[in-house]
Structure formats: structure tokens, C-alpha cells
């Protein structure tokens, strides 16, 4: 698909997820939450590229509460995001994993940020990832800046989040 028609369906598919969802505490749809509301919406493949086509530059981190190497990198996103979140929105998506793992795997590590759950299939193909976990970095037009695959460092995680905190 060219970039133009895949932007097209990205935007409809915005248009049509926004329609349908509620507005955040800060009364914005499809944008940054200041906080993790407790509620885990799932998301497929198009409408996760509809929201990171909203802006700002974001990291996203795909995860499951039953694997080991997130669970080794979860604090280390959490301090990331407790340093460069007020410029940089995080996301996570937690892919073949149950509602009630994904619960306890945000509240053990008490990640704050939003969070979603989807089918693994469908988001890796999106992203050519081989397994989990990876972490996609966009600008804030939602262009891919990079995909790290497997388990993120603090020193790698830093270079990406100072970079996409100074492009908004």
C-alpha cells in the first residue's frame, strides 16, 4: 500500500475510533492521558497508527505479562517515563496476554501511562517484529523513527526518548 492511501486509512480509521471514544480526564480524544485510567481498550494494528498520526513523538512498547524480558524492562520504562513524560507520550500494548495478566503486570510495576491489550499476530506484522518484547519510536506525525526488538535498555531508551522529547 503507498504511503498516501496508508495515510488516508490511518486517518479514517482516527476519525472512526475517536467517534466512538470517550474523552480522557484532560477531555482529549486520542491524545495524551496524563495518567494509566485503569481501563484496558483494545486496539487493533490500524487504530494504533490512527492515534500516533495525532501526535506527539511516542513510545510505544509492546509487552505481555507472561514474558520474562518485559518484565525485566517494565521499571526501566517507568523511570523513563517518569522523566521525559511531561514531552513524550508512552503507550503500551499488551499483545496475546489476558486482561486480568495485564492488570497485574501494570499494577506490579505501577505503569502509569496508557495501555492497551491486542491480538500479537496483526501488531507484529504491522511492525515486522519476531516476538516480544520491541518498542516502536514515532515523530509526532507518527512516522516510524525506529524499532527496537527485544528487551530495551536504559542507555538505549534514553538516547530515543531525549531525541523524540525534542522534536514535541
Known sequence: ???????????????????GSEETESGEIGGRSPAFTGELIWITPEELSATLFSGPATVVNFWASWCGPCRSEAPVLRRAYDEYGDRVRFIGVAVDDTAEGAYGFIDEYQIPFDNYLSDGGPMMAQYE?????????????????????????EQVLGLWTDELSRLG
Open 129 to 153: 517484529a519476531f516476538g516480544i518484547p520491541f518498542t516502536v519510536f514515532t515523530d509526532p506525525a507518527g512516522e516510524i523513527l525506529n524499532v527496537h526488538r527485544g528487551i530495551i535498555d
Open 1 to 19: 500500500m503507498n504511503r498516501k492511501l496508508w495515510s488516508l486509512v490511518a486517518l479514517l480509521a482516527l476519525l472512526a475510533w475517536a467517534c
